[in-house]
Every structure is written in C-alpha cells, then in structure tokens.
C-alpha cells in the first residue's frame, strides 16, 4: 500500500504474490453466508366488496391451515381476477376498483413465492369458535427443500424484466431506441465521413475471443507486456450536453441506450446523480465496457445509519435493543446485557473520548439552529437572541404554541418554490418546518448543556455510562446527530447502476465498474460538479443560499437478491492511504415495490383517485415537492390499507448491503466529530488520473488476467449471438390467454 502509483504492472505482480491480505478467508465474510432472516407471517382482511362475496368465498375454500402457494392459487386467482373484469358493468365503480386491486395484488405476491393459509385460533372453551384468519407467508428464503435460491432468483428476474418490457414497449421508448440504432452520417478525429450508430460503441464477443486466444497462447512476459494492450479502460463522465467523438451521439443518450439492457427498468430520481461510461480505449470507438451511476443517498437506511453512527444501537429505543438481541445477537434480552452492548457500541462509533464527543455534537446542534431562519420568530417574540443559545423550558413551550398554530395551516399543496428564499422561509410550509426542527433542537441543546455541567469531572468510562442509561439524554444525542446526518449526508451516495455491458461482462467488467466507482477521479468529479449547487430545501429553511461541502466519503449499495453477490464479492484493492473495499454490513429490511406490478399499480392508483373524489378526507399521496420521498410506496401502502391488504406492501425480500469508505475517517466526518476528510488516496484533487489508473491495473492482475485464459470463457465468447442491440429485446406483444375454468362442469 506505500508503493510509488508509477509502478510498472510486473512490479504490482511481483509485489501481490507476497500479499496473503488480498487472498486471504477475511473477503469470505461470514455475514454472507449466513441465511437471510425469515420474515414473520401477517394477518390480513381483505375488504372484499358485497358485489363479489360469491368471489372471496371460492377463494377461502381453496385456503387450510397449511400455506398455498401460486402451485395451488395461481389458476384460482387469475380465473378470479377474471369473474372480477365480466362484472365491470354490474358493479359499484369503486366495488369494481377494490375487487380487481385484491385479486391482482395477490397474484403480484404469488408470483414472487408468497403463499397464504387460513389460520383458526384456539378458544380457552370448546364452544369458542372464532372465524378463521386470512394470513399471508412471505417467501420463506430459509429453506432449501421446497425451492433454491436459484429459483427465485430467476422469479425476480422475471419479474424486474416484465416491468423493463413494459417500459420497452412505450412508443417514446421505442422511439429512441430506432434513433441511436439508425445510421447516420459522421465524421471523426479528421477521419472520413462514414455512417455509424449506436451499434459500433458494442464490441463483437468474437473480436474480444479472437483477442483472448492470443492472450492465452503468449509466455507469461509476453502476457504482462500485453496486459497495457488487450484492454485498456478508463472512466468517462457523461455530461448530458457532452457528444461522443466517435457517433457523434449525446453520451447521456449512450448511458440510457446501454441502461435498457438491464433487467431492472430504469427509474430517475431526484437529487444528485453522476453517470460514467467505462470505455475500452484499445479498440476502435472506444467500446463501452460498462455502465456506473450514483445517485443520492436514501435518507434512511437502518443497517447503514447503524454502521456510520446517525443510528447507533448505543442510543436505540428499548424495543428497538430488544429486536437487536432477538435478530442479531440471537441471546434472550437483559438490562444488565443491554447496558454492556449500548457501552460497547458507543465506543465503537465514537471513540473512546466521551466528554469530546459531547461537546462536537452540541456544536453540532448550534450549527443546525444557525442554518434555520428565525427573524420571523423573533419579531412576533416567539423567542429572544439568547434564548438561541441558552434555551429555558419557556422558550420550548412558546415555540411549540406556534408550532401548533401554524399545524392548521396545510398550504402543502399550494406551494411553489421561487428565486425569493426569505418570501419562501417565510410560507406557512416552511414556517412550520423551521418551527418543528427548532424545537427538536434547543430542547436537545437544553439537554445536553445541563448533563455536561452536572457530570463535569466524571472520568469517562462512568460518564459514558450515564449517557447510555439516561433516555433523555439518548433522545438528545439522537436529535444532534440527525442534524448532523441533514448536513452531511451529501457525504454518502448510492450506487444506482453498476455493471458490465456484453461482452465485457464475461471477463468480470463488473469487478471494474465497481473499483471505479469508489476512484479519486469520482471524488474529484463529485466535488466539481456539486461545489456551487445550492441545496432546495436548506436554503429555504435558512432563508438565504446554502450549499453543502460535496466531500464523498462512502459509497453504499445493495445486491438485487438475498444472497451474496458475486460482483461485489472479495472486492479490494490496495490504495495510496489503506484500501478500497466493498464490505458487507447487514440486510436490508425487505421495503420496495418490485413485487406490485405496473398494472396493479395503475389499478391502486385509479382507486385512490376515485375514493379521493367521493370523501374530500381521504389524503391522496401526491410527488408534489415537500409531500415526502418515494411517491410509488406511499401510493402502494395507501391503496393496500383502503383493501385490508396493508402488509403486503412490503416485497420482504431483504438485500445485501455493501459500505465502500473512500476516508480513513468517514465516520468520524459523518458524525460530526471531523470536519474534513482524510482520503485513503493521495491526489483526489490535482492529478486523481494516476491512482484511478492504479486501480484498473490492480484489477487486470487481480481479476482479468487469469480469466482471459480460461477456455471455457473464450468458447462462449465465440458461440455467442452479437453484439448488444437493445431493439432485440423488445418483446412482441401477445394476447393475455383465456382464464382456465374455475371449477369442472358436472358431467
């Protein structure tokens, strides 16, 4: 890791075949070979309208108290969902709407493992008979016998693909798919003009095999003198005014071409994004080995906000510790042992210095209250200047009175943003914002301030004690680092897209486009792009511009199933500083809506809308800006609660997720405690090229150079299709087939 980045590749070589840390039973993590948890079994009541009692009745006669899956249900629900549709006519137009919603949602679930059971409590006296509950099992991915994690797998896959068909059928799509296909003229580097499209930025499978033989056959020298040859990748940003040199073509348009080759369709959301072409400059136009993307960081993240410190099981609630000793450190839960591990793990995410720690999170919170626009507040003598600074329980109180009076001022749906921040600071929407998160913070500030002055002197291992055991005071820390997380998350991006384009995904491309994502280049980049972008919602909060330090410390993503990802797996590589890792830190908690169709979700949304017209109570969600994140999950959890169906709207299907520190420090910037960031590179600032370089040479030793040799690779290389060309995925439509008969008729 102190070796010069000017090395030579045969150097590198000569240097890792000493290095038992790259290959050694630490990159096998055991959290990955452990079983996802199995998700627990929910009641449901599906709100079945009286138009179609005869419906929900054949569908409880199929059900006992053994779960039944789609092997039992399928054909039952579809043949259903069917009697649903002949009766569209006959039925309430919202009965209709409830019905179809109920029958296609199952099915959605079915697909994806699910299955359901009726269960019949048990009464304390025989003549207790209470009706059967309607409960609904989750895939369980414990389990071996019934089905492999292969299998479902694949079901995901199916299911991502519907939902990318769906997207490659709409005209607009199609539309530009015909155009980056269709030749055109260009001319390049003082070349002749020549037609081109899309289609000469996709390498042959052959042209790379043809490569991959000679490879093979040269000495081991030969090899490592070809190595700077054969491939030579480097990182390209795509700017969405930017064209390619060699089509002429916009890169943003090249990035969407080559992301509808995913199986996962595309979605763009809002906040920071950075998309990269990774291109193979050892072949003519500059084919694209992959394609990466980040994006912004969700804001919560259970796992993740645990491992950084915004979340810290030393100040969880007392029920959030009990589900930390049930799922986690599978013990029976004590107080006495609860102490010891909220002990343990303040340590572990602050550091051994408590009374420090202390002091940088109230400054912490004088710094969140300084960002927050309060000249209204002091003209109406809501509170005084130093009441900023030295809060009472009186300054508490008043704040919460206006707070409460500015609650029936609802102009969410009113407002509109405009070039006039203070006129914005000042909208009821923003009032009651500013209200809200001033008074979280001076009660915290007025905390924390009378904890420091009663315990000053207290060595530390006795004050961390009482930090831990005290809920208030955990309830204030909670409040400084969420502050802390507000500033500090445009420290942390997602990992939106990452992976190799054919046919460089069969010389692991993927493991590439992951190192490059984490490179001094993306730093660098990261902190051009963002350094002068004013943040929407701060600066309306403070009434005047704010930008945030675009210093990106971690990057953090997650596997698209339950278990271990071959792509991020045993992924590091030494740096300038330390190292560059991916590590596997828990699992997520199964939310998304990858299991709700777009057809059903068409159908939740057209049933919100026509209850929202005949009861004016009933709170459409709506993706208006300050209404909340992720539009389609608070649609879909809306929807299922007006059907019964509410704890379906969970795909419970956990993922794999992966922090990549880009700092030897990020979590001490993270949390507050440092305020800037030590960098495990050199240069991310002048010259970032040499250690991006670095990274792609470690990946042609670590990862290319033994799987360009392998026969097995070269062989399907030569046997397959062509190149990518996504209009040959667009699927032809076909015609739903005929339901099959419910039941047999009586012969």
Not at 32 to 54: A, C, K
Not at 720 to 734: N, Q, R, W, Y
Request: include cysteine.
């Amino acid at each position: 890791r102190s070796l010069p980045i000017g090395r030579s590749l045969f150097y590198i070589h000569q240097q890792n075949r000493t290095r038992p840390l790259l290959f050694t039973a630490k990159h096998v993590c055991p959290r990955l070979r452990q079983s996802p948890r199995m998700p627990d079994p929910s009641p449901i009541t599906p709100q079945f309208p009286s138009g179609v009692d005869d419906l929900a009745e054949r569908f409880y006669a199929e059900l006992s108290n053994e779960p039944a899956g789609e092997e039992v249900l399928a054909d039952t629900v579809y043949a259903l969902r069917s009697e649903v549709e002949s009766r569209k006519e006959t039925l309430d137009r919202v009965d209709y709407l409830r019905a179809r919603a109920i029958f296609e949602t199952i099915e959605d679930v079915l697909n994806l493992f699910w299955a359901f059971s009726l269960q019949k409590p048990k009464g304390d006296e025989p003549e207790d008979d209470p009706s059967p509950t309607l409960v609904a099992h989750p895939p369980n991915l414990t389990k071996t016998g019934e089905r492999t994690m292969q299998e479902m797998k694949e079901r995901i896959q199916s299911a991502l693909t519907t939902a990318r068909d769906e997207e490659l059928r709409t005209e607009s799509t199609r539309s530009f798919i015909e155009k980056m296909e269709k030749n055109r003229a260009h001319q390049s580097n003082g070349q002749k003009v020549r037609g081109v499209s899309v289609q000469n930025l996709f390498l042959s499978p052959q042209s790379l095999a043809q490569d991959l033989r000679a490879f093979k056959c040269a000495s081991v020298p030969e090899k490592l003198r070809m190595l700077g040859d054969i491939i030579q990748p480097y990182l390209q940003f795509v700017d969405s005014d930017e064209e390619d040199d060699y089509t002429g073509l916009r890169l943003l348009d090249i990035w969407r071409y080559a992301r509808h080759t995913w199986s996962i369709p595309h979605k763009q959301t809002p906040g920071r994004r950075m998309r990269y072409l990774i291109r193979d400059a050892a072949r003519d136009s500059h084919p694209i080995i992959g394609i990466g993307a980040l994006g912004s960081g969700v804001m919560q993240l259970t796992p993740r906000d645990k491992e950084i410190g915004w979340a810290p099981i030393a100040l969880a609630h007392r029920s959030r510790m009990k589900d930390h000793f049930e799922d986690e450190l599978k013990e029976p839960y004590s107080g006495e042992r609860a102490l010891e591990v909220r002990l343990d793990d303040f340590q572990r995410v602050f550091g051994p210095n408590t009374t420090l720690v202390l002091h940088a999170l109230l400054r912490q919170i004088q710094k969140a209250v300084d960002y927050l626009y309060v000249d209204d507040f002091l003209e109406q003598g809501i509170l005084s200047p130093g009441e900023l600074h030295a809060p009472s329980s009186d300054t508490i109180d008043r704040i919460e009175v206006a707070k409460s009076e500015l609650q029936n001022a609802n102009s969410n749906r009113e407002f509109t943003a405009s070039d006039d921040l203070e006129e914005d600071a000042r909208s009821s929407l923003y009032s009651r914002k500013r209200a809200t998160s001033l008074k979280r913070l001076l009660k915290a500030k007025r905390i924390l301030i009378a904890f420091t002055q009663e315990n000053r002197g207290l060595d530390d291992d006795e004050l961390r004690k009482r930090v831990v055991f005290q809920k208030e005071i955990r309830g204030a820390l909670k409040t400084a680092l969420r502050s802390v997380k507000k500033r500090r998350i445009a420290g942390l991006m997602d990992i939106t897209t990452c992976g190799a384009i054919p046919p460089y995904n069969e010389i692991l491309g993927g493991k590439l486009v992951s190192f490059l994502m984490g490179s001094p280049q993306v730093i660098s980049e990261y902190r051009e792009r963002y350094k002068d972008q004013e943040s929407v919602i701060a600066s309306r909060m403070k009434g005047e511009p704010v930008t945030r330090r675009p210093d990106l410390v971690l990057l953090s993503t997650t596997s698209l199933y339950a278990v271990g990802s071959s792509q991020y797996n045993r992924l590091d590589a030494p740096t300038a500083n330390g190292n560059l890792e991916y590590e596997h830190i828990g699992e997520s908690s199964g939310h998304g809506h990858i299991h709700i169709s777009q057809r059903t979700f068409a159908t939740l949304v057209e049933l919100l809308d026509e209850l929202a017209k005949r009861d004016p109570d009933i709170e459409r969600p709506s993706n208006r800006f300050g209404n909340g994140v992720n539009y389609r999950m608070r649609t879909i959890k809306a929807a299922l609660s007006q059907i019964g169906l509410q704890p379906l709207h969970q795909h419970e299907q956990p993922r794999l997720i992966y922090l990549v520190p880009l700092a030897k420090n990020w979590r001490e910037y993270l949390t507050g405690k440092d305020d800037a960031p030590e960098y495990v590179y050199a240069d991310t600032e002048d010259d970032p090229g040499p250690e991006t370089q670095a990274l792609i040479d470690f990946w042609k030793l670590r990862w290319f150079y033994k799987r360009a040799q392998k026969d097995m690779i070269i062989e399907r290389l030569e046997e397959a299709d062509g190149t990518v060309k996504v209009s040959d995925l667009i699927p032809e439509d076909e015609p739903e087939a005929e339901p099959a008969p419910l039941f047999e008729e009586a012969q």
